[in-house]
Antibody, heavy 126, light 108 residues
């Protein structure tokens, strides 16, 4: 059974950088193409997709956050990382990592988020 | 960005009832539509993908339908564990992937 676990500081000061790690267990992220997305949830924005990275390090970011987001992968540790710079109170949220699964359905390649971490609450406050 | 609009935002129903939640996309997304259930304090859980395919392990009382811009999640014979918040999500045009605002299902 695949499990994802987020880890990182729960409190970040305004203007600083938020850093989170997602550790994958039960599957090897280096065994082929593995896609991992970061998603956050706040009362104000609901569920917001931050971006994705694959096991080779190719990234796609949400244009609304792209200037502040960096994602990376460490296949030796089976881990993905998220960095969000210049944070403000608006970045306070529960941050999830989720694996993105691709499957062919009726000739279309579709994706879904099949496994999620439990979520990590990050509060931006001085 | 493709906007996903769910209705209603909340509804109440009794155990054993049948309910429907709709999700409308701001443009056609074919069948690139997923549904998730989220219980308080938990991560979302995948219920249905590609608009109508039941994820493994999900009870058959959950059904999805629709294509293009209009989609429906129907829950039959509501059980106590079904009272949660439901979200739709499109993966047709990315980035970005976008979610609906959620529909909260409460016990009447």
């Amino acid at each position: 059974q695949v499990q994802l676990q987020e880890s990182g500081p729960g409190l970040v000061k305004p203007s600083q950088t938020l850093s989170l790690t997602c550790t994958v267990s039960g599957d090897s992220i280096s065994g082929g193409s593995y896609f991992l997305s970061w998603i956050r949830q706040s009362a104000g924005e609901g569920l917001k997709w931050i971006g994705r990275i694959d096991s080779s390090g190719i990234t796609n970011y949400n244009p609304s956050l792209e200037s502040r987001v960096t994602m990376s992968v460490d296949t030796s540790k089976n881990q993905f990382s998220l960095r969000l710079s210049s944070v403000t109170a608006a970045d306070t949220a529960v941050y999830y990592c989720a694996s993105e699964h691709y499957v062919m359905v009726r000739g279309l390649i579709v994706s879904n988020f099949d496994f999620w971490g439990q979520g990590s609450l990050v509060t931006v406050s001085s | 960005d493709i906007q996903m609009t769910q209705s209603p935002s909340s509804l109440s129903a009794s155990v054993g009832a049948r309910v429907a939640i709709t999700c409308r996309a701001s443009q056609s997304i074919s069948n690139y539509l997923n549904w998730y259930q989220q219980r308080p304090g938990k991560a979302p859980k995948l219920l249905i993908y590609a608009a109508s395919i039941l994820q493994s392990g999900v009870p058959s009382r959950f059904t999805g339908s629709g294509s293009g811009t209009d989609f429906t999640l129907t829950i039959s014979n509501l059980q106590p564990e079904d009272f949660a918040t439901y979200y739709c999500q499109q993966s047709y045009s990315t980035p970005p992937i976008t979610f609906g605002q959620g529909t909260r299902l409460e016990i009447k």
